[in-house]
């Protein structure tokens, strides 16, 4: 079965960095797009970043461009998302998602909370 896990969520100070890692299986992964979405408490959930099967990022969120980079190792089945310069508005769980057919696929999340 398709299976995601997220890891490397931290707390960590405003200006600080983190890499989120998303681990899949299941499924032929270099076959997939690959998307990192996030959730801040009281808010919806929005799409941060996605990557292409061949690895061509994508930045979805104005606010984060320039400062997360996603990218993708096919021959790890993991797709990342580095962030930097951090600032508190980033607060939420970070969610790693595919789409195979008509399913929606995620893994459980991880928490990133960024605050001095």
């Known amino acids: 079965q398709v299976q995601l896990v997220e890891s490397g969520g931290a707390l960590v100070q405003p200006g600080g960095s983190l890499t989120l890692s998303c681990v899949a299986s299941g499924f032929i992964f270099s076959k997939y797009h690959m998307y990192w979405y996030r959730q801040a408490p009281g808010k919806e959930r929005e799409l941060v970043a996605g990557v292409h099967d061949i690895g061509a990022p994508i930045n979805y969120v104005r606010s984060v461009n320039g400062r997360f980079t996603i990218s993708r190792d096919n021959a790890k089945n993991t797709v990342y998302l580095q962030m930097t310069s951090l600032k508190p508005e980033d607060t939420a769980v970070y969610y790693c998602?595919?789409?195979?057919?008509?399913?929606?696929?995620w893994g459980q999340g991880t928490q990133v909370t960024v605050s001095s």
């Open positions: 998602n595919t789409v195979i057919g008509l399913a929606d696929y």
